[in-house]
């Protein structure tokens, strides 16, 4: 099946689940209008990829608060294309959504379709990056703290080796991400010893790095560890290094704090992860939505903190769940 039938037949699924979360709506409207009950109000959220689980946590804890509330939420995956996701979000302006919560696929990709949204009287509230410019129409942000996290990473590094080759992995279009790398970078910047070999855009995803990093091996870079901007893109590499014979050389750190992630912790295979914690976040997201709905002022943003795992506290955490 060639990749045009495989987008129309994504494309048509999208629809149909919407669809169905619209019939669903405008059903339990008519019940609540019936009843002489509160119209539910409709929120709207599209992430850069639903590929990655951290997202999938993050709406699932908006899901569950947002439905306990009588209320409807569609969700949307643009699958990394900008030009998808500012489709969706007209879509999800066109359906009439009283809020709209979205990871940006480009940090700077979204600015005129969100100003477009503002002006419409929607509530926007942005998850996990902020959007570029965005204080003039983004209502909410809640991140984490993604520079502490890159630091983090960069301490536990110099801790365990005298001086090493470095190997990063990017997104140059998350913000998120970048703020990550920076707060790696600025750790090292005064220790010479540390030296960053090569870096690599692979958007975060494990099926990006994997190949990127075992092209690396293949063409003699020389590297003892991989800082990845996430877990996913971090287990691409610790999947390649595998194939490789290589791992046992290399220090591998990641940002999220995954189940995947920390059982590799736990079997010495990672080096450490940064725990995030996108149920807070969730939470934090669609509970300030509420507050702005009621026109509460003085909500803006808010960083949640993040915790290093490795293997002195990797028993503290479940490796079967997200923190």
Not at 156 to 168: E, K, R, S
Request: charged share 20%; glycine share 6%.
């Amino acid at each position: 099946m060639n990749d045009k039938i495989m987008r129309r037949l994504c494309f048509v699924l999208c629809m149909v689940l919407c669809i169905a979360g619209l019939l669903k709506f405008y059903n339990f409207s008519e019940e609540q209008l019936a009843d002489g009950k509160q119209k539910p109000i409709l929120f709207g959220s599209t992430y850069m990829t639903l590929n990655n689980p951290f997202f999938d946590v993050i709406n699932e804890e908006m899901r569950n608060v947002i439905e306990a509330n009588g209320d409807v939420l569609i969700t949307m995956d643009p699958q990394l294309s900008l030009d998808k996701q500012i489709d969706q979000i007209h879509y999800l302006m066109d359906l009439g959504c009283s809020v709209l919560i979205v990871n940006p696929v480009d940090s700077k990709g979204l600015i005129d379709v969100l100003a477009e949204a503002k002006q419409q009287g929607i509530i926007i509230v942005a998850v996990d990056t902020n959007v570029y410019n965005g204080q003039d129409f983004v209502d909410y942000t809640v991140v984490s703290d993604n520079y502490h996290a890159g630091q983090l990473c960069a301490e536990n590094m110099m801790a365990a080796l005298d001086q090493a080759q470095i190997m990063i992995l990017r997104h140059d279009a998350a913000y998120s991400a970048i703020e990550r790398i920076q707060g790696f970078k600025d750790a090292i910047s005064q220790y010479p010893q540390y030296q960053i070999v090569d870096e690599i855009e692979c958007e975060g995803q494990l099926e990006i790095s994997m190949p990127l990093i075992a092209q690396a091996i293949t063409e003699g870079v020389q590297f003892d560890v991989v800082m990845a901007l996430n877990d996913p893109s971090a287990l691409g590499a610790v999947a390649a290094l595998q194939e490789a014979d290589k791992l046992s050389e290399v220090l591998v750190y990641g940002v999220d704090g995954t189940p995947e992630a920390k059982v590799l912790v736990k079997e010495g295979f990672m080096q450490a992860t940064v725990a995030q914690y996108p149920k807070r976040m969730g939470k934090k997201a669609v509970e300030s939505a509420y507050r702005l709905l009621n026109h509460e002022s003085g909500i803006v943003e808010e960083k949640i903190p993040v915790t290093m795992i490795n293997g002195s506290n990797i028993d503290e955490f479940s490796l079967e769940s997200w923190q």
